[in-house]
């Protein structure tokens, strides 16, 4: 009854009285009336509606309250992620004693920003179970500083859970019921290291997002019993058709310089009718982990691996992400492949898709090729792929003009890369390089992607897609307001928003100062792509149907998809009863997955704004250029061309009385009426720095 009341209500976009959703569902006797109110009191209760003041119900989406995740920043503004994948900011003031994971509910203060602006009108859940701090010795007693800033009071330990704990160790707490004097009492889980050990510094960040460097022992046990090479019986095993003997085949890979969980391998020919054969081979890693096991399991928790700035934390263990499911040079390894026929203009016209043994000639880096590919240097021991190369470029080309004929859509979006010592301190943050190389991998695996996502949207056969919404009207009304504010106009039709259009309003700004503040306020303005096993297409990158099958080392949502082709293409033809199994899965395993790459994500970004914040504490008192990406009633934030942002304190401007104009996104000054906006480039100093709060303070230069 639930999805027929979600449904209705969906439909309606209003609240519906008892009488009018009991008429709608076609109810008539008493008990089915219990029973509808039964299912309304269940629904409210597990926030999935919204009950007005006269006891109507509507969905939280169509009422001026949301529902959703709280995630609190380093410099205390929340952000509270709906199911949806829109977020709703919220400031400090506004956060009523809600603290970092809690699941609140929030009405909407502001609908024209970007982000929505809210307040935290009710807790939910509480979801701070543990948290992660560093031991202090305070008269006689055990405290731990918790480093989640919003709990402001030290958590008590018990004297007989000291494990020798010294001042400066970084421990996990499990969190007690508090005193009757409000203070917090704990039980310690884990030491994770001490505070001045290199490395602590990450693992700490890690722990509060609830992400774990270790496996467990039966993991560890599965794992010994997988063998480090794959055996002749077993390639004998799979080599039904001399179709999937590739090993002969001129297969590569290219990754970054030290990547070592190798998903992808390409092979590229030119056939004789002008098309490209290009075969995308992905490790089997379906293979190794079977449905069920203990290792499967722990993948499924993890649901991602997690790259941070010195170490990568797998979501399998490194035997396998490093070793028999990598596709290293050299050595044979089973694949699945999906070899695609590509006309002139970009199109797939023929593919095929079965299970392979290849085996990979050389380990390419992007930086090499794109040497090759942008200045016709040729390394050592690339010499005989560089044909290959120019085919695969060509390739890419066609494909990516395809792509943006259909409106893919390139918000052109930099990335810093942060570079550590040994020790892991950081040293240099740079922009991550974007090159050819890049872009034809990319290119190549959204091919596959697509083809695999066709396939099974026309089998009608359960499967995990990786959708993208498209952007409200509203949304994209406010966009347009803050474009207009900086003093432009743009044409374009936003009853009806298509990723064409998303791409048109993009290329009318492309000329302008500001473009990269603007094009990164676009994507804020789009939904968030989720795991979802309901295919509604990928809205960014102008595709109907799309899934990820491409990387099944570092995705669980990759690995459930080589499993559908397993069950569906590569076994005996299974049984109802199986796929009705397999399609009760799914959704469990992509609403979990799109959880914990958020919480991947979350991690990464703070764990940069920790390594940025250590580089500049060695730069302080230094100038720098950069430009003003958001004005605050508190200061403005300007990020510098390495990615690195700081804030301005409004109260360290001190020529002038400054007041936030909200009309205009600037700070306005009360006597010069010179003030500062949005997109404005501007001289700092480098002012203070806090590697344990995440904080970096410029001062504008005099």
């Known amino acids: ?66 529902v959703g995740l709280l995630s609190v920043t380093s410099r205390g503004t929340g952000f509270v992620m709906q199911d949806n994948g829109e977020e709703i900011k919220v400031f400090e003031e506004k956060l009523n004693g809600a603290v970092h994971k809690d699941k609140v509910i929030v009405n909407i203060i502001d609908k024209n920003t970007i982000p929505m602006l809210g307040e935290v009108v009710r807790i939910v859940e509480r979801g701070l179970k543990q948290i992660v701090g560093t031991v202090v010795h305070i008269k006689g007693n055990i405290f731990v500083k918790p480093d989640e800033h919003k709990i402001d009071k030290n958590v008590k330990i018990d004297v007989n859970n000291h494990l020798n704990l010294v001042d400066g160790h970084k421990v996990i707490v499990k969190l007690l019921s508090p005193t009757k004097a409000g203070e917090y009492r704990g039980e310690i889980i884990k030491v994770i290291g001490h505070i001045n050990d290199p490395g602590v510094d990450i693992l700490s960040i890690m722990a509060e997002h609830g992400i774990n460097d ?22 004998k095993k799979r080599v039904r058709d001399p179709k999937q003997d590739l090993r002969s085949e001129i297969i590569f890979t290219i990754d970054g310089n030290d990547t070592k969980d190798i998903d992808d391998a390409i092979s ?12 995308v081979h992905i490790a089997d890693v379906s293979y190794y982990v079977k449905e069920g096991s203990e290792l499967d399991k722990e993948a499924a928790s993890r649901g991602t691996s997690v790259y941070l700035a010195d170490r990568v934390t797998p979501m399998l263990p490194h035997e396998l992400s490093n070793g028999i499911c990598s596709l290293n040079p050299n050595v044979d390894r089973l694949a699945l492949s999906c070899i695609m026929e590509i006309d002139e203009n970009g199109n797939v016209c023929d593919y095929d898709i079965f299970d392979s043994v290849i085996r990979s000639h050389i380990q390419m880096t992007y930086e ?24 695969m470029s060509e390739l890419s080309n066609i494909l990516r003009k395809n792509k943006i004929n259909k409106g893919y859509i390139d918000f052109e979006i930099e990335e810093a890369k942060i570079i550590v010592n040994d020790e892991g301190k950081a040293i ?11 872009k034809i991998i990319e290119d190549f695996m959204i091919a596959a992607n697509e083809t695999i996502a066709t396939h099974f949207y026309h089998l009608d056969y359960p499967l995990i897609y990786r959708v993208h919404g498209e952007p409200s009207e509203e949304k994209m009304q406010i966009f347009t307001r803050l474009v207009s504010v900086l003093g432009y106009k743009i044409d374009a039709n936003l009853k009806k928003i298509t990723p064409k259009v998303i791409q048109n309003i993009l290329l009318q700004l492309k000329d302008k100062k500001e473009f990269y503040i603007l094009s990164s306020q676009m994507l804020r303005s789009m939904q968030k792509a989720v795991y979802d096993v309901k295919n509604i297409g990928h809205f960014g990158l102008a595709s109907k149907m799309y899934c990820h099958f491409t990387s099944p080392i570092r995705r669980y949502p990759d690995l459930t998809v080589h499993r559908s082709i397993r069950k569906c293409l590569l076994e005996e033809h299974p049984s109802l009863d199986e796929i009705q199994a397999w399609e009760h899965k799914l959704p469990l395993f992509a609403v979990h997955s799109s959880e914990m790459e958020r919480a991947a994500v979350e991690c990464e970004r703070d764990v940069d704004d920790m390594k940025m914040a250590e580089y500049m504490q060695d730069h302080i008192g230094e100038e720098f250029k950069g430009v003003i990406t958001s004005v605050m009633s508190f200061g403005f934030f300007v990020q510098l061309p390495n990615m690195i942002e700081g804030l301005v304190r409004i109260e360290d401007i001190d020529d002038d009385y400054y007041t936030y104009d909200e009309s205009t996104f600037s700070l306005i000054g009360n006597k010069n009426k010179r003030g500062y906006r949005l997109g404005d480039e501007v001289e700092v100093i480098a002012k203070a720095a806090s590697k344990e709060a995440h904080t970096i303070d410029f001062l504008i230069k005099k």
């Not at 046990?221 to 055996?231: D, H, L, N």
């Not at 090729?369 to 120019?390: D, M, T």
């Not at 240099?428 to 890049?438: A, K």
């Open 268 to 279: 590229i020919s030119k056939l004789e009718n002008g098309h490209y054969k290009l075969g």
């Open 368 to 391: 090499k090729v794109n040497l090759i590919l942008e200045q016709n240097i040729v390394s050592e021991g690339y010499e005989p792929y560089v044909e290959k190369l120019r085919i």
């Open 428 to 438: 240099d943050v740079q922009l991550r390089n974007r090159g050819t190389g890049e």
């Open 214 to 235: 270790e496996f467990p022992k039966e993991v560890l046990e599965e794992v010994s019993k997988i063998p480090e090479v794959v055996a002749e019986e077993e390639i």
């Open 1 to 66: 009854m639930e999805e027929q009341i979600l449904e209705i209500l969906k439909k309606e976009k209003r609240a519906f009285s008892v009488n009018e959703l009991e008429k709608a569902l076609g109810l008539s006797s008493v008990e089915e009336l219990k029973e509808l109110l039964k299912e309304l009191n269940r629904m409210e209760n597990e926030v999935k509606l919204y009950r007005t003041k006269s006891n109507n119900y509507m969905r939280y989406e169509d009422s001026n309250s949301r």
